[in-house]
């Protein structure tokens, strides 16, 4: 048990700092050392200081930990970040020029240069990038909830057969806008058609992380992508529609087969977050749905059906993501397993 | 009052048939005369077979009417129907046959030549096509309740821009399916991406609403169409997420200006159920959604916002359409009103 | 039109203050004067300041009005009040002490002494009371929207059986906690078990209204209440389950004639907000319910249903109110309508 | 794995039936060896007959069963059924009479004198009832899912103080109305203050389940109990707002005290299906709620809280039950394992 990697959590009362002490809570390599959180939680147990959401029960140890502001040095070399993106740059950089490496599901770093917008899956060399950061620590990020689902539902096509362009209309659940987040008066019996810069984010992170990573730098990759992002009434599980051109033929069983059949370096190293098979093609007629298949392979698969043809573009899916697991918390730690795999950590 | 058009509802206990009952109630121009509905309704008078289901008191005078098999002869005219499509065929060709006026809302015979697949706003000429059924009376139908916002928010600018292609993916109101329709446990929490036959409905309808009468039938329209469609917790309002692309650039000022200086005959006509504005374009960024914006205009406009360049087609804009109102009783009763002014209906 | 009297609304950008505005732009006797908000709102437009949350559209009188802070002199003699308690003590006492009529749905004054706490079908009398306030103006407060309904329903019962002893179980809406309010990741698939400080209110409150002006003071009804209230996911409308002990025995037959016979001094006064039936029963199995029976009457009648013995008490039966109307600014409203009727008003 | 105890399931396409499978795939004692359902599933595979509902995933093993037909006899000495009350009562009888167990979670046979209505923490000693049943079998029941909560948490109370008289108001879940249930159209933005025959279940069952077996036969208690039953928005779970008069006086915390401290024969025989703690009092101020609450110890505990004085009896509290698993099949399992404990199971 002593020779776990200590690990802090930053933002740990929030919605997505609860969702990293839930996974982490019996990770076989990690053991939180802190959590952390803003001045007015400081100083209480976490359990006093949180209000607890998840289903499953606060764990005893963590609940009584004393929280802490979020300042280095916390007592650990790595720590998750779910700060709100209010504080977390700043926040974020002060780690890391302390030595800490950040496992950040934050936007704000996300287009930093020498900071990787990691996908393990798909751009596991990108990790090349740290050694550009001008700080003893790191900064690695996981991209927003939306685009995680779908880079991973995109990559097997584009190394399969090319991808030209995306057409993607999203209905996100509202664990997506943390706690409190959306008001039921706005959701009941509603959709909302807007999140503020998620379209933004859809249509431009793929191209960093579907990029090149060339002396020291990603070279973005050329895709045209519209995305329109709307808000329903489903606490977790994004659900996608998706468009898609490619740039060489395929046909419905091949593509099919391209996804069943992906797996990547997390899979081959066994990582423990990381899910069998990312991706799982479902051939019931009205897959996939958020409240069915969003916790398969414990949140970490995306979820894919009604592949047909497009009238516009080629061809018309459906896909699904936890958005709090894989698309956050779950993700941000499959990156850290990556980072302690590929020995880039400095063990004690 | 003994000067209004006798009518009567086919299918009038089921959830459509009780929107028409709500909407003629007090009409100007027609008076329920006949509430037709099955043989184990028959006989009941309406407010004994009928679980009503709407927030608007059941008028006393229909509760009182005694429940009529769906046979000709009625006391009337002009029948609405909305029958299910697995009778309404049959009915409604037997009715017409009879010499009775079908203003339908099914999709049985949506694709007979001879019958008009009507938006008044639209294509009032089509009903020039009337003439040549075969039959006493007529069969007129409207179209989908996904296809009905959509051609309306399209018919500005086909006119005045041309529209080559349009993607759109739709988040769908539950009193779309009828009642008792999507099980409860099918949809909180949740999203369901399949509606059967409903993409194919809204991919192929607009080419022939857009279609041009020459010698006595439609000559459908060229426009290439890809619909996904979603089914979400919402009660009434399909919300629509569109990507068109013009034949002539168009800047967003003049898109809106189309918008919202659409008008036409029904407007001109003054018809009672005709919305002053049949398109509004609302600028606020979160705009339409089902709650607030349903219900204007009495729910038979259609409410446009967040239009915006798109990086595939030309532009993006999101709808919202009434699917019980616009998209069912109440373009149906518009439908007849047309009719009517256009002197089409036989009157005593 | 200018023989209205001029009105105010405090607290107008919020959601009981939303409420008043949509409620009072057709009044036939009263005309908005002046909307009062926040410092924050103070110098906007109205429409700019308020995130306007009704299905209603706004007026664009009102919208095109400019919102002033809170503090007297407005230009007018009464006040509507749907400012949050946390202020709405010392800003109510101040309008009150500058002479102004305060019709207040805040629970800060609903305990001074000589306030009423008003439901004009059970003790219009107990305005005797305003005399006795040391002040120019006065304040004059309705009930919780819970007690609002269950007075109601109790009113004839009292009169014609007398009431011992009541138990409540509420089912309440979302609208009743503003707005922001609940969270949806709160109440959505949830039922939440406490309403901070509501069991309180309507275990007390009911004692008031029920209570006897005697010398300048109300001498409070004896009746044992035991409350117990539940938030759950519905946009409008609290639903009640009593049970309820009487004095003397009466039949189902002559309780549900004591409601439908139940009428009062606004109907015979035919005040404008009063509904011709303040109490409605009706005797489908599953009735009231909120989606369906919420707006009968404008939401200013209480609906009853399921009446049945009591295992415990004598009868058990349920209650809806529509909480943002009879139970919030239409009951406020309908109190200013009755001082205006009284002739305590000091009119110009 | 051969020495398993086989077992089978009656309307395993249900929404209980599915449940069943769930909860008794991985069972350590029990192993499926049949599903039957209707004549409309029989000859197919299960995978094909059932739709099925629940986040786990269907397990392979049963999916690629042959669907039987609901008779005697099945390669099993145990069936658990979940069938339709409007065929249970004949099925499970002729079961019984074939030499089956019947592990029933259907009202039917309830009443019937020799058949237990058993919750083993509560009443184990009353499975003497079965060598008085005319069969080879036998027929076992679980109480209603809204009165298996109730009487649990009223066990200790009655131990210790005695219970004279109950209210209580249930919040039920959508699943306890099996699929399809309740239409989407009829609960979202609802309350249904009615489920029909529920309050008479819930104000009789817990009679016979604290009844005293004597002489062959159960002495039903004496205990009033007053029950509305409620229909909402919630997926799996039912709150329940209760009232309680004590026998003998008890101060909150001994109230607590008895509640935490509850355990039973299930506990002592470390049944695999029993929870660690039955009961389990939560001191958030607004506990329990059915989203966060419903699967601790895997949805085999009631969940108490909000323990406060009643202003008509002497306490209130607010209890929770996961309906589908406490509440029918998880119950029905930890019967059907206390009945192999105890040695009354014919074994091979």
Same sequence: chains 1, 2, 3, 4.
């Avoid at 050694?131 to 539902?153: D, R």
């Avoid at 990759?221 to 519209?226: E, K, N, V």
Wanted: aromatic share 6%; with cysteine.
């Amino acid at each position: 048990m002593n020779e776990k990697i200590q690990v802090g959590v930053l933002g740990a009362t929030g919605s997505v700092g609860q969702k990293f002490v839930d996974l982490l809570s019996n990770h076989p390599w990690f053991e939180i050392a802190a959590v952390a959180a803003s001045e007015r939680s400081a100083g209480k147990t976490y359990g006093e200081a949180c209000r607890w959401m998840l289903p499953a029960p606060l764990p005893e140890r963590i609940a009584g930990m004393r929280v802490q502001t979020c300042e280095p040095p916390l007592p650990c070399k790595v720590v998750f970040s779910g700060l709100d993106s209010s504080i977390a740059g700043e926040v974020e950089s002060h780690f890391a020029a302390s030595g800490t490496f950040v496992i950040s599901n934050s936007k704000n770093h996300r287009w930093d240069p020498a900071v990787p917008l990691l996908v393990p899956e798909i751009n596991a060399d990108h990790l090349q990038l740290i050694k550009h950061q001008a700080t003893h620590g790191a900064i690695i990020t996981n991209p927003n909830c939306s685009t995680t689902g779908l880079v991973l539902a995109l990559k097997p096509l584009l190394d399969r057969f090319g991808v030209e362009a995306i057409h993607v209309v999203t209905m996100q659940a509202l664990s997506g806008a943390g706690y409190p987040g959306v008001a039921s008066l706005d959701i009941i019996d509603n959709v909302i058609p807007f999140i503020s810069g998620e379209e933004e984010k859809v249509e431009t992170e793929p191209l960093k992380i579907f990029g090149r990573y060339e002396n020291g730098a990603i070279v973005n990759c050329d895709l045209r992508i519209s995305a329109q992002c709307n808000r329903v009434a489903v606490f977790d599980g994004h659900t996608e529609c998706v468009s898609v051109k490619l740039k060489q033929p395929a046909s419905e069983d091949e593509m099919i087969r391209a996804w069943n059949e992906f797996s990547a370096e997390p899979q081959q190293l066994l990582l423990p977050m990381a899910p069998e098979k990312p991706l799982r093609y479902r051939t019931e007629s009205d897959a996939p749905q958020p409240r069915l298949h969003r916790n398969l392979d414990k949140g970490m698969s995306v979820i894919i059906g009604r592949l047909r043809k497009c009238a516009l573009l080629d061809y018309k899916f459906v896909l699904l993501s936890h958005n709090t697991i894989r698309g956050a918390a779950g993700g941000a730690i499959l990156n850290a397993e990556m980072i302690v795999k590929k020995g880039l950590l400095p063990l004690p």
